[in-house]
């Protein structure tokens, strides 16, 4: 087979793949918190070849039909997250809050701790704070924060302290636990604005630059003009390599059917 199919072939799939990536950033851009995704190509090298002396290969297609080892092709380099904050919305309400600065709220998942920049928060029937999917907050001792709002309305001050007052007096109910980490690249998205820890080196680590913003949430920091953008030169760049390889194929006809002329 051509290796010019390979190439091209190979150009397409990841044309197809930054596609996906772009499409879910564009279906996201209303979501609170949402980081968008993006990706990098590299060139690669096939990692088999075979000799004439060998007896095996890592892949079992005739010789004829492999790509030639000489010939680089499109990888993928890596897929990252865009951890740049979005710009604050103010809502008014008193549990939606936002993180101005590099941190995640904690939450309790039935798979362990999970974090999130999503401050779209609610409060159970039992006054435990949680997220709108129902995942518990923790506060700093680990534990889910309870709130009593018989005492009157619930204020957070900048550093996560919760507290219920009518303006003259005040009960403390609990501080957020927030965290930040060394590379945020570090972590994998999970569905529902949660992340996890993909890699222990991604060094979890106590807030420092950070402050929440009660009545605010944070927008995605998904730029739709610039989505689009992307969009439409990923689209351009698939249908090239697909006339590239239609091309070949009308060349490779071509020559079958001259050689069939001269037989």
């Given at each position: 087979?051509?290796?010019?199919?390979?190439?091209?072939?190979?150009?397409?799939?990841?044309?197809?793949?930054?596609?996906?990536?772009?499409?879910?950033?564009?279906?996201?851009?209303?979501?609170?918190?949402?980081?968008?995704?993006?990706?990098?190509?590299?060139?690669?090298?096939?990692?088999?070849?075979?000799?004439?002396?060998?007896?095996?290969?890592?892949?079992?297609?005739?010789?004829?039909?492999?790509?030639?080892?000489?010939?680089s092709y499109v990888g993928i380099a890596s897929m990252y997250t865009d951890a740049s904050n979005g710009t604050m919305r103010q809502t008014g309400n008193a549990l939606d809050l936002a993180l101005d600065g590099d941190g995640y709220f904690v939450i309790?998942?039935?798979?362990?701790?999970?974090?999130?920049?999503?401050?779209?928060?609610?409060?159970?029937?039992?006054?435990?704070?949680?997220?709108?999917?129902?995942?518990?907050?923790?506060?700093?001792?680990?534990?889910?924060?309870?709130?009593?709002?018989?005492?009157?309305?619930?204020?957070?001050?900048?550093?996560?302290?919760?507290?219920?007052?009518?303006?003259?007096?005040?009960?403390?109910?609990?501080?957020?636990?927030?965290?930040?980490?060394?590379?945020?690249?570090?972590?994998?998205?999970?569905?529902?604005?949660?992340?996890?820890?993909?890699?222990?080196?991604?060094?979890?680590?106590?807030?420092?630059?950070?402050?929440?913003?009660?009545?605010?949430?944070?927008?995605?920091?998904?730029?739709?003009?610039?989505?689009?953008?992307?969009?439409?030169?990923?689209?351009?760049?698939?249908?090239?390599?697909?006339?590239?390889?239609?091309?070949?194929?009308?060349?490779?006809?071509?020559?079958?059917?001259?050689?069939?002329?001269?037989?």
């Amino acid at each position: 087979m051509h290796e010019g199919i390979y190439i091209a072939a190979s150009g397409a799939f990841k044309q197809e793949r930054k596609l996906d990536v772009i499409a879910n950033n564009l279906a996201n851009m209303g979501t609170t918190g949402f980081k968008r995704d993006g990706m990098s190509f590299r060139e690669m090298i096939p990692p088999f070849t075979k000799t004439a002396n060998s007896s095996a290969s890592l892949d079992p297609k005739p010789t004829a039909f492999q790509p030639d080892p000489k010939v680089s092709y499109v990888g993928i380099a890596s897929m990252y997250t865009d951890a740049s904050n979005g710009t604050m919305r103010q809502t008014g309400n008193a549990l939606d809050l936002a993180l101005d600065g590099d941190g995640y709220f904690v939450i309790e998942t039935s798979e362990g701790q999970r974090y999130t920049r999503n401050g779209n928060l609610k409060l159970a029937e039992d006054g435990t704070l949680s997220t709108h999917e129902g995942f518990k907050v923790l506060g700093k001792n680990s534990k889910p924060i309870k709130i009593d709002t018989k005492g009157g309305q619930i204020s957070i001050s900048p550093s996560g302290a919760i507290t219920v007052g009518n303006g003259q007096q005040s009960t403390p109910q609990g501080d957020l636990q927030l965290v930040s980490f060394r590379d945020p690249t570090k972590l994998a998205k999970q569905g529902n604005g949660l992340y996890r820890i993909e890699d222990p080196s991604a060094g979890k680590q106590p807030i420092k630059n950070v402050s929440v913003q009660q009545g605010f949430l944070e927008t995605s920091n998904v730029n739709p003009i610039e989505e689009m953008t992307n969009m439409i030169v990923t689209m351009r760049g698939f249908e090239a390599y697909q006339k590239i390889i239609q091309s070949i194929d009308e060349a490779d006809e071509q020559a079958v059917n001259a050689i069939g002329r001269l037989a």
